[in-house]
């Protein structure tokens, strides 16, 4: 049967207030001593204590939930889930996670609907630009913090890859391979994401005398339909196999890779790969495909470290650049 807060300060022979700042994980705040900690903590799961939330939200006029709006819950946006949803739960808090398949209208609708669930704030994917993020009067309510997407602003706290940097080095190394021939099918256009990719795609051509060339360039959307019609155009519109093909998200890739199974087979025999996202799965694929792997687990816990502190310490919104990983195959 679970116990109290009263009954359990009694047990371990501390006050009350005591037990209360080491469960919210105050300790160190107040110089409790770690042996203290341990003990109550101890004590705490032995005697199956459950700390009331509820009636702790309604004295601080806190829920200890937060909201995750993402645009899909593919590899990439559910590894940071997975991840965001543990750290947060460690420290009380509850997630509550939402997708908006990038459509703007929706972005809308489940900040509204989840504002009226009384989040303490939001990590938020957004599809919105500055303008739109800033003349959102709902979202000075509670604290924001960006992922994967970044906007522009000093009081906006954002934690993303350096998407540059790996389009950058993966380019590169097909450039390095004797590849002058590069297709791009990228994203969104107007989100950071884009443009920070498609920057670092034409900064790798520049640095190996290639020519920008925009017919070489597409960008639709990041579902997989979207890679699988880029896909059919660019071999509807070129009559000789391009000597590689990047895709700025592993959607694309799906799209592409469908693509090829549907209507040539033997594509990644007579061409080269490379994908901004990673997956496990890209090991057992022939090719090989390279690939840029996204620190999920930093990302997931930069963030929720960012508006945690926001919400219990006042801190100040910060902005985090994460480095990715190129894997070569």
Known sequence: VPIHIEELAKIAKVSKTTVSLVINGRARDYRISKSTEKRILKLARNHHFVPNTLARGMRLKKTQTLGLIVPYLNWHFSQIAQVLEKTARESGYQLLVA?????????????????????????????????????????????????????????????????RKGTFEVVTHLCDQGVTDIHYLGGIKTISTSVDRLKGFKEALKVHGLLDDNSKIQETGYGIRDGYEMARKLFKENTKFPQAIFTSALTLLEGLLQYFKEHNPDALKKTQIASYDDHPMLDYVPGPIQSVRQNAGEIARKSFGIIHGVLEDGKPMDQILIPPQVIIR
């Open 99 to 163: 997708m908006t398949d990038d459509v703007l209208e929706t972005e809308y609708a489940l900040i509204q609907n989840l504002l009226a669930r009384k989040v303490d704030g939001f990590i938020i994917a957004t599809m919105m630009n500055h303008k739109q993020f800033h003349s959102n009067s709902i979202l000075n309510q509670v604290p924001v913090v960006l992922i994967d997407r970044k906007l522009k602003g000093d009081n906006i706290g954002w934690v993303v890859s350096d998407d």
